[in-house]
């Protein structure tokens, strides 16, 4: 089993910065595609970023395309967010999530993923 902590989220004004982490214990995770996700209120899940096991792949969703970076340190088993320029519609509550298998791509699809985190709160005030 693995277990997935999120960290760092916060209120922030519009245009300010968050760094999320999500540490991950249990086993390592150096091995398995992690990803974020996010849910503002009243909306489905949706996909934010991806990144491959070794981190030489990511995908973004379109909304989040060029402020944000998805980044990891398999050493740490830790993942990372950075996201910049945040917009109000950016507020929402983020999940990590790693998929239970090594596999060399990245992933999108919120249905492959495994393990997730418990969430943490992102407020983008205007």
């Known amino acids: 089993q693995v277990q997935l902590v999120e960290s760092g989220g916060g209120l922030v004004q519009a245009g300010g910065s968050l760094r999320l982490s999500c540490a991950a214990s249990g086993r390592t995770i150096s091995t398995y595609p992690m990803g974020w996700f996010r849910q503002a209120p009243g909306k489905e899940r949706e996909f934010v970023a991806a990144i491959s096991w070794s981190g030489g792949g990511t995908e973004y969703a379109d909304s989040v395309k060029g402020r944000v970076t998805i980044s990891r340190d398999n050493a740490k088993n830790t993942m990372y967010l950075q996201m910049n320029s945040l917009k109000p519609e950016d507020t929402a509550v983020y999940y990590c999530?790693?998929?239970?298998?090594?596999?060399?791509?990245?992933?999108?699809?919120?249905?492959?993923?495994?393990?997730w985190g418990q969430g943490t709160q992102v407020t983008v005030s205007s």
């Open positions: 999530a790693a998929a239970g298998r090594p596999f060399r791509g990245v992933i999108r699809r919120e249905w492959e993923y495994d393990y």
